[in-house]
């Protein structure tokens, strides 16, 4: 393969859309992102692959791999990396860039110049162009032996994230392990004992609580300078639009048998009838939906507000917590469950089956088997007990101690553990790393991974190359903005869809995310 030196950036913007559109599949390719149980997922070595490895080189493999990330330490500190060159006989270098832009460029220069990385990580829509090319190679045959492992580990904690990588019935990626969600609706408890207020669960409750936090002085400071509700944008609703049945606005799901996009659910309207109500009975932070850079937060621990629609990270962990006890002693901010309505019952919607991220192997690695199998022993082994453990918690009798059968952390765990996760390719079985890693948010953290939320399809779908869903995306929010807000009348709504439709071609958007998200198998 060869080998060339990285392109300086400056040459990225005009090198990327020439040189990548000149790519072909000369070299004879077809054209082509929550269990705890990792049952199946044992200890990977170089051997652990069905097939019998090629005999091992004179020296360390060396293994080029590049991500969007940052924090990587130096190699001689990154304990990580040492351990696993010293494991699988390789010499792992990993290229972490740490702007999304900058990422993508390099990645397009390097592909076009047929200078690949051995394993790299990229987005959904690049899997399908980059398959599409010829550039990448096709895994299907090697999931269920040399990948065996792996591929075990990711399904068993995300049982349909394969559907997820796979085009035209061919897998060209490794997804990474899918997140939990994080976010709740939290309410000041403290808020409502003073007004022997209990914690609401149906929208008409929440509007009781929310005009009393507005108007009773829950603080007590004699002036009426609180409001219910604080939040960011279209977000904060995310309980309102659950109990309508409606997922996030632009979201795709299944209702009633067929896949829906919010935007086209019945039920919109009246959900946007309903926060427009909560406008209207002032009970809103005036600035919800221009608040920027967790402002939101800031005003919720000062106590502005008494409901706040965020996630257990900014408002659970230890540092926030001390935060608002050091304004008020007697503040309590605790998680409720979703508001019921006439749609049930959820916090939004969630994409459960999304990898976070997408690891691809270049088709050019076909003709190295040995470093080929190589690579296959690298995802293997993080995704194995041994390795997974490593890559999640450090080395044992340094980042954390055994007791019990149990992982304890170490004060080291914390002070040099942020870059671990740049080595976690499959993930990690994140209700068991949450609560070692949070201790102290482990209710926290549970409860939002429980909590009920519309299911979501949203990284099954690849914009139609004619669609601009950035320049679509604005429009949609500021007119959503002026339904809620009372500037443009909740009746307009379907002008808005044709619109929506004409102008900014997003039927089309919509009729490719039916196509893909049940050629996936995820609706019928």
């Not at 790299?120 to 299907?140: A, I, P, Q, R, W």
């Not at 959820?346 to 192997?361: A, E, N, Q």
Request: charged share 25%; hydrophobic share 35%.
């Amino acid at each position: 393969m060869n080998r060339k030196t990285w392109v300086p950036l400056g040459l990225a913007a005009v090198l990327t859309g020439s040189m990548l559109a000149g790519c072909s599949s000369s070299d004879g390719g077809k054209k082509s992102g929550e269990p705890s149980d990792t049952k199946g997922a044992g200890s990977a070595s170089p051997s652990s692959s069905a097939s019998a490895s090629p005999p091992a080189a004179s020296g360390p493999v060396k293994i080029q791999m590049a991500m969007a990330a940052s924090g990587l330490p130096a190699a001689d500190a990154d304990d990580i990396k040492k351990t696993i060159d010293k494991k699988l006989n390789i010499d792992l270098q990993l290229t972490a860039i740490a702007s999304g832009d900058d990422y993508k460029n390099q990645i397009r220069v390097r592909l076009s110049g047929g200078n690949y990385p051995d394993l790299f990580s990229v987005e959904f829509s690049d899997v399908k162009e980059f398959s599409d090319k010829g550039l990448l190679l096709d895994l299907t045959s090697y999931m269920d032996k040399d990948m065996k492992v792996a591929k075990d580990f990711v399904v068993g904690l995300t049982p349909n994230i394969m559907k997820k990588a796979t085009i035209n019935n061919k897998v060209f990626a490794v997804p990474r392990v899918g997140d939990v969600p994080f976010s709740s609706m939290w309410v000041r408890k403290d808020w409502l004992d003073k007004l022997n207020l209990k914690v609401p669960t149906t929208l008409e409750e929440f509007m009781t609580v929310a005009k009393a936090f507005t108007e009773q002085d829950p603080d007590g400071n004699g002036k009426k300078d609180t409001y219910g509700f604080t939040g960011a944008k279209l977000d904060s609703f995310a309980t309102i639009f659950g109990a309508h049945g409606v997922g996030a606005p632009g979201s795709f799901y299944e209702k009633n048998g067929k896949v829906t996009n919010a935007y086209y659910d019945p039920a919109m309207p009246d959900a946007l009838k309903f926060i427009k109500s909560v406008f209207d009975s002032g009970v809103v932070d005036p600035e919800i939906m221009t608040n920027k850079g967790n402002i939101e937060v800031q005003k919720a621990f000062q106590g502005k507000a008494g409901f706040i629609f965020k996630g257990w990270t900014d408002m659970a962990k230890d540092e926030f917590i001390a935060q608002y006890k050091a304004i008020n002693p007697q503040a309590e901010w605790i998680q409720m469950a979703p508001l019921k309505g006439p749609g049930g019952q959820f916090d939004g919607s969630y994409d459960f089956d999304r990898p976070s991220r997408y690891w691809v192997i270049p088709k050019a690695l076909e003709k190295d088997k040995a470093k080929l199998q190589k690579v296959f022993d690298l995802i293997n082994y993080v995704s194995g007990e041994e390795g997974n453990r490593l890559v999640m918690y450090g080395l044992e009798g340094k980042h954390y101690n055994m007791k019990d059968g149990k992982v304890v952390p170490t004060d080291l765990m914390a002070k040099e553990g942020n870059y671990f996760n740049l080595y976690q390719i499959t993930g990690r079985p994140n209700k068991e790393y949450l609560a070692i890693k949070f201790p102290n948010q482990a209710a926290a953290t549970e409860f939002a991974i429980q909590t009920p939320r519309i299911h979501s399809f949203d990284s099954s779908v690849i914009p139609p190359s004619d669609f601009n869903k950035a320049d679509a995306d604005r429009f949609a929010e500021e007119e959503m903005i002026k339904f809620v807000s009372g500037k443009r009348p909740i009746s307009e709504y379907p002008d808005f869809l044709k619109t929506f439709e004409t102008t900014f071609k997003y039927k089309l958007y919509v009729e490719a995310g039916e196509k893909q998200i049940k050629e996936q198998g995820f609706v019928k």
